[in-house]
């Protein structure tokens, strides 16, 4: 598979459950990256910048609710909620904070992967068909595939270096500043730090 592959990260504290997921994205080409607690997922979420987030609300050391709210604030990072909790209040309650999608436990591997590709879908479409494949030069970028390639050759970026680059082509011709390029890059919360 490719390592062009989405990122995912995985917020979960029950091993078991990490393996699975783990498992079952690897094997459909996603990258993941996991979390075992709100303060580890706030960490990795920052500094890695995820595709997707699957989000176990059941976390040792904070409700998974405040997490969802966190994330849904720094930008429109997909978040699938996959939780053991079944009553309608909680999926409302998630879904209203900033989650995508509840996905109650336990689930097919399937439909899980199914519903990642309509969030990813949802994600990548918010700006238009038209933006499926950027070019600039040699580089061009499928933005479906996650795919970059100079002349004909592909190049494997980091996942800040990949947004980085989709930004500047979306909007080539245009000047764009410090904190417009933080902002949709690494998130709301460092579109104040210009010294980045």
């Known amino acids: 598979m490719s390592v062009a592959g989405p990122l995912v990260l995985v917020v979960e504290d029950e091993a078991q459950m990490r393996r699975f997921l783990r498992s079952s994205l690897t094997s459909h080409g996603f990258r993941v990256e996991e979390a075992e607690s709100a303060r580890e997922a706030r960490a990795m979420a920052s500094s890695h910048n995820p595709d997707l987030v699957l989000l176990d609300l059941g976390l040792p050391d904070e409700d998974g609710l405040r997490v969802v709210e966190t994330l849904r604030a720094w930008g429109p990072t997909p ?9 309608e209040e909680d999926k409302v309650r998630a879904l209203d904070l900033g989650a995508d999608d509840y996905l109650t436990k336990p689930f097919g591997a399937q439909e899980l992967l199914a519903r990642i590709r309509v969030a990813l879908r949802h ?3 918010q700006v238009g068909q038209e933006d499926a494949v950027l070019a600039a030069g040699a580089i061009a970028v499928d933005t479906f595939k996650r795919v970059v390639t100079k002349a004909g050759q592909e190049l494997h970026l980091t996942p800040t270096e990949y947004k980085l680059l989709v930004l500047l082509l979306r909007n080539a011709g245009r000047v764009l500043t410090h904190r417009q390029i933080l902002k949709e890059v690494w998130g709301p919360h460092h579109a104040g730090q210009a010294h980045s």
Do not use: K, M, Y
């Open 123 to 125: 994600a990548g479409t």
């Open 79 to 87: 978040i699938i909620v996959v939780s053991a909790r079944g009553r």
